[in-house]
Every structure is written in C-alpha cells, then in structure tokens.
C-alpha cells in the first residue's frame, strides 16, 4: 500500500483511534467512487465534505461521451475517456446491485447534428477527425435521423450516430455512490479540509473537484457552465430518447432526456468564477434547443442554473500522487468529463493504494506533468 509521508501534527481527524487508511478530500462522484472502491477492499476510509454532492455534479448533464468529446489535439485524453466508458455498463450495474438505485443510466445512444448547412460542415470536420480515431461515427442521412428521432425539426441538414455515447443521471448517481461507500464500510464527516496535512492517514486523496487547487498548488482553474432544466409537460416521458448533440446557427447545444421527463440543456463554457445565471445564456441555449427540437417550446422551464468544472491546462485530469508526497494522491480536474472518468478513476486509484503500483493508463495524467518537487509549496 502507499504511504510514507511525513506524519501530521494537529488536524481534523485526531483522537485516541485507530487512523484511517484512506482519506478522501471531497464527496463528489470521484471521491465518493474511490471511497466505496476502497473501501470494498477492507480499507478504512473516511470522507471529507462539508456539502456532499454540491459540486459540479449537481450540474452536470451526465453524458457519457467519449466519442463525440473526441477533440481535436486531446487523443491521450480520449484513450482515458475511451476506456473509462467501457466500464460503464459493468460499474453501473454494480452501483444499482449494491445500492438498489436507478441511476437513470440509459444506452439508446447519441445523435450529431447540424441545422443549417454551415453547421454540418463544421460537424463533418469533427466526425472525420474522430473516425480517423477510430471511433464509431456513423453518418445518416436526413430520412435516417428522423426515423431515429422524428421530433427533429425539418429544417436540420443532416447528422451521425454515436451509438457508444450514453448518459447517467448525475443526482441520481452521487447518492448511490454515497450510499454504496458508507455500506462498504467507509465513513462521511461533514468538515471542509483546509489543508491536507490536517489530515491524519496513511494515504490522503484530493478529490475536491475545484477546492483541489488550494489543497495542492495544482494549476485547477473553475470552468463556468450554464444549464437549463426542462420538464416535458403531463408528466410524461421526453418526445425524444437519443441523448442530441448539435450546432444550431453555430451555437453548440446539446439536448439530454430522461425517461422521468427531465430534459438537460447546455451548456456554456465561460472562463469565469461565478455562478451567476444570465440571460444572455437563457436565451442562446433555449434558442438552440427550440431551433433543433421544436416541441421543447412547450415544455416547463424548471431550473437554470451554473456550475463550475475543474478544467486544467491541458483540459485532462490530474490523477496520482504528488510529486515527492506518495501519501498525497490528486483525483482532480476532471473537467467535462467527470462523470464520465468516474468508474476509471476510481479503479485506478483504488489499485495504486492497495499495490503501490500504477496503471499505465495513468502515465499522462500524473501531477508531476504540471509541478517539480523542489520549491513546490505542498500543503
Ligand atoms: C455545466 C456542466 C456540465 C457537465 N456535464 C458533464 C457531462 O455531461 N459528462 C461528464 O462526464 N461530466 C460533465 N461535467 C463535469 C463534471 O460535473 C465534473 O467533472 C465532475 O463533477 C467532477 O467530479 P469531482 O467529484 O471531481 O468534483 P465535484 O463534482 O465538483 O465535487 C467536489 C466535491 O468536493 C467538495 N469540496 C471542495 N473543496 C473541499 C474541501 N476543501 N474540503 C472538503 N470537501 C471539499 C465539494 O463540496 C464537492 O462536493 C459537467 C460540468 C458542468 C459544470
């Protein structure tokens, strides 16, 4: 198992008892992952959070997109992504066994589009892109799309399949996560961590989505997000059951349903700290949608809301153990795509504490690409 930091002086968690193996900063779905991971391995785990669950997942869309998030000069990251994904049938079948939860985990697949014919070509470049990646893309024709979703507006030029792109249901998730560590035995404290050497265990890990950066120097910057929350009206199911993908008028929007009637619309991408909800943004995603999906005009806003996404230089995450700190393991700035690399992430971590060993899969995504352990002020 890692460990062999220096040992603490003060802190949270002191006392006449046993110290815990683990400590996770954060109880999003990535410490939360790692904790019900470790956890079900007979370490004792212990979870910091003062607001369990209240980061950026409880904005998030939930798309689990490896394919249509295939972005140019990202391969490395789309490997990650790509094997993250894969796990997903297997770990969401496991969470649901050990909790009972629906996690609103749903496989019909993604649909690319593009409405005027401008937005199409910036869509084909894409596509081309990723097929060259070998991912599957499958292009369709316009009949095709709308046998797949007649509710597209007639107007939309033209589009793809991204049959692998699923989605899950991040309110849904993170409970479940919660619930399925605290019955592997890990424990929850409600306290916010202000630095990690407050901290008394063997082997800490900063899961804290954008409170990473504080906790350990890294270079995690908040990354706003605007989301809308729509309610088809009546109660019933979405008139749509493809998780859509698009450009409309060169606005990118994408169009998430749940069976329960939720349908998520976003998002922006701002490089701002606040979570202020503006019009401007209402206006453009709402624009969007409607121009994709018409039948959207009808149904109930909800909520808009704005979350922040723990986003990096290189738009990767930060998964390993500080440079010079084996006791000190990042799982932070995951981006877009946490919820996505939840499953890997929490594997990977769980089997670098128990065997000391890391997966290879890791090798670009380790602090040390962004820090050097001489003069770095770790905390
Ligand atoms: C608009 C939007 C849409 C998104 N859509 C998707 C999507 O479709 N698919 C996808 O894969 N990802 C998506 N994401 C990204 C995803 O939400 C994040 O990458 C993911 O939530 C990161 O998980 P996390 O557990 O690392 O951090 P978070 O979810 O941010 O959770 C961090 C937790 O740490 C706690 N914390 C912070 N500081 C401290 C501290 N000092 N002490 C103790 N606890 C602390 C917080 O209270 C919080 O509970 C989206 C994000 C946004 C904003």
Redesign the pocket.
Known sequence: MLSGGPSSTGGVKKGPFLAPDVAV????????AIAWRCASRGLRVVV??????????????????PVA?AYFGEHELTGLLTASAARWPAFAAELTEATGADLGYRTEGTLLVGLTADDLAEARRLWAYQQGLGLPVTPLRPSELRDREPALAPRVRGGALAGTDH?VD?RRL?PALRTAAERAGATLTA????RVSDLDARVTVV??????A??TGLPIRP?????LRLRAPGGVAPGFRHVIRGYADGEHV?L?PRVDGEVVV???VEERTDTTVTVGAVLRLLRAAVDLLPELAEYDLVEAV?????GTPDNA?IIGPLPGRPDVVA????????????PVTADLIADLITTGVANPLLAPFTPDRFTTEEGHPWN
Do not use: F, N, W
Not at 48 to 65: E, F, T
Not at 191 to 194: H, I
Not at 306 to 310: C, S, T, V, Y
């Open positions: 900063v954060g109880a999003g779905p990535v410490g939360l910091h959070d003062p607001a369990p669950g209240s980061g950026a997942s409880h904005v998030a869309a939930g798309m689990l997109a998030e989605q991040p993170v306290t916010a961590v202000e899961a804290a989505g954008c409170g990473a504080s906790l990354v706003k997000g605007q989301v994408y998430v976003g998002a922006t704005a979350g922040l996404r723990p995450p799982a932070t700035g995951h981006h877009r795509h946490g919820i996505v690399l939840t």
